[in-house]
C-alpha cells in the first residue's frame, strides 16, 4: 500500500505548474471505509470516479490498523515504528509524556512525529500545501505544517469542509494549493457504533460521497474539475464485534505487578518487576486460542511493529473478532465498546480500506 501510494505522490510532484493550468490535487480520506463497501451500491460518486480512473482492489493498512498511525503513513511513506506515531494514544515513558490524539497540545507537538510529510517535502520543492483535518497537519511548527490548514473539529459540518477546500482551491494562482488534503470521520464513526453490516453505515457511506459529489461540482463550476487529481484513500477497514468474543486478561495474571496500554484489539503489557518472559508466556498459553502473544523482541518482522521505544515490551494481539481488555468488565459495560473495531493485523481482509484516484494524472481504468 505504502508503494502505491508514493508511487502516486511521486508523479504528482513533477506535473509542471504553469500560471495558466496549475494542475491541483485533493487526498481525500474517508476514515474507516472498508474496501467491499464500494459495492452496496450507496456511493455512485466514487463509483464513478472508479471507472474514470485508477483503483486497486483494496488497500492494506499498516500496523496497528488505527487512525493516526495509517494517516501519518499515507503521507510520509514510512510505517508507524519509525513515523513516530505508533498508536492513537501511547507513552513515552522515559519522558513520562503521553500522545493523545484528543489532547490538542500533544497532537500539535512535533517531537512526536519523526517522518517528513509529504507537506513538508512538497513546501521544499515550492509548493502550495493545505489541509483540512489530516491527521498531523496542525503541528505548532509552522515549517511542518501545509501552508493552509485548520485545527481538528470533529463536528464541522461536512458542506463547510467541502467549500473551505472549494476557497482554497478559488484563490489567485499564486496562493492557490498544489496539494489539500481532506478528512471525513462519519464512516468510521459509525462503524465503531453499530458495526460494519449497520444501516447506519450504509447511510454515512452515502454521506460521504454526497460530500465527494459537491466537491466535484464545485470544481466543475471554478471549470477545474479536468485539470484537478482527486485521490481517496481509507485507513482502515471495521470488523464486528460481540459481548460473547472477549477475553479479559487479570486473571491470566494475577498475582503480577504489570501495566498495560490499550485495549479491544490489542494490549501492550510491561511487567512492573522485570518479569516480562514470564507475563508473556502465561498470557500465550492462556489465550492461544484469542490472541498472539509475542515479547516486543520476537515480533515477526513483518508486523513492522518492534523497533520503536514507545512499544511495549509485551504485545497482545487480539485474533480477528476477538476483544481483550485489560480488566475484567461486566457484561452491561461491554456493550458500551460498541459493534465495530479496527486495529487488527493488517493482512486480515476485514482491515482493508479503499484507493481511487482520477484525473490528469492517473490513466483511465487501470
Ligand atoms: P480511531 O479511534 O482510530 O477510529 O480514530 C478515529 C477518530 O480520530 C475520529 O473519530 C476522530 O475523532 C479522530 N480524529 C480524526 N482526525 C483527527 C485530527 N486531525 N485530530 C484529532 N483527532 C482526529
Ligand atoms: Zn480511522
Ligand atoms: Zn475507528
Known amino acids: ?4 501510494i508514493i508511487v502516486l505522490l511521486c508523479v504528482l510532484q513533477f506535473t509542471p505548474a504553469t500560471a495558466q493550468n496549475k494542475r491541483s490535487t485533493i487526498l481525500i480520506s474517508f476514515d474507516g471505509f472498508r474496501w467491499d463497501y ?23 493498512p499498516v500496523n496497528p490498523t488505527k487512525t493516526f498511525p495509517n494517516h501519518l503513513a499515507i503521507v510520509t511513506g514510512m510505517y508507524p515504528e519509525d513515523h513516530g506515531i505508533i498508536q ?25 512525529y519523526t517522518g517528513e510529510a509529504v507537506w513538508e517535502t512538497a513546501r521544499k520543492a515550492g509548493r502550495i500545501t493545505a489541509s483540512y483535518f489530516w491527521p498531523g497537519s496542525e503541528l505548532s511548527d509552522e515549517l511542518r505544517r501545509p501552508q493552509m490548514y485548520e485545527f481538528y473539529e470533529h463536528q464541522r459540518p461536512y458542506p463547510l469542509r467541502v467549500t473551505g477546500v472549494l476557497r482554497w482551491l478559488a484563490l ?3 496562493q492557490c494549493p498544489d496539494l ?10 459509525h462503524g465503531h457504533q453499530s458495526g460494519p453490516a449497520s444501516s447506519q453505515v450504509n447511510n454515512a457511506i452515502a454521506q460521504v460521497d454526497s460530500s465527494l459529489r459537491s466537491l466535484i461540482d464545485g470544481l466543475r463550476r471554478l471549470s477545474i ?13 471495521m470488523s464486528e464485534i460481540v459481548p460473547e468474543r472477549t477475553v479479559s486478561i487479570d486473571h491470566i495474571l494475577a498475582g503480577e505487578r504489570y501495566r498495560t496500554q490499550w485495549n479491544g484489539t490489542m494490549v501492550g ?58 480488566t475484567t468488565v461486566s457484561s452491561g459495560d461491554l456493550l458500551n465498546y460498541g459493534r465495530g473495531s479496527h486495529g487488527y493485523d493488517s493482512d486480515s481482509p476485514e482491515m482493508h480500506g479503499i484507493l481511487i484516484a482520477a484525473g490528469p494524472s492517473f490513466r483511465s481504468g487501470a
Open 269 to 326: 503489557v510491561e511487567s512492573l518487576d522485570g518479569t516480562d518472559s514470564i507475563l508473556a508466556r502465561k498470557l500465550r498459553d492462556s489465550l492461544s486460542l484469542h490472541a498472539e502473544v509475542f515479547l516486543k523482541k520476537d515480533i515477526p518482522a513483518s508486523y513492522r511493529f518492534s523497533r520503536n521505544t514507545h512499544i511495549p515490551p509485551v504485545m497482545v494481539f487480539a485474533k480477528a473478532g476477538w476483544s481483550i481488555l485489560p
Open 88 to 112: 492513537n494514544d501511547f507513552w513515552d515513558r522515559t519522558a513520562g509524556r503521553r500522545f493523545r490524539i484528543s489532547d490538542t497540545v500533544e497532537v500539535r507537538d512535533p517531537r512526536w
Open 172 to 174: 489567485p494562482e499564486q
Open 1 to 4: 500500500m505504502l508503494r502505491s
Open 225 to 237: 474539475a479536468d485539470r484537478t487529481n482527486i485521490i481517496v484513500v481509507s485507513d482502515h477497514g
Open 180 to 189: 489539500i488534503l481532506l478528512y471525513f470521520d462519519a464512516v468510521d464513526t
Open 38 to 60: 464500494v459495492d452496496r451500491g450507496f456511493s455512485p460518486t466514487l463509483d464513478s470516479l472508479r471507472r474514470a480512473g485508477a483503483s486497486a482492489a483494496s488497500l492494506q
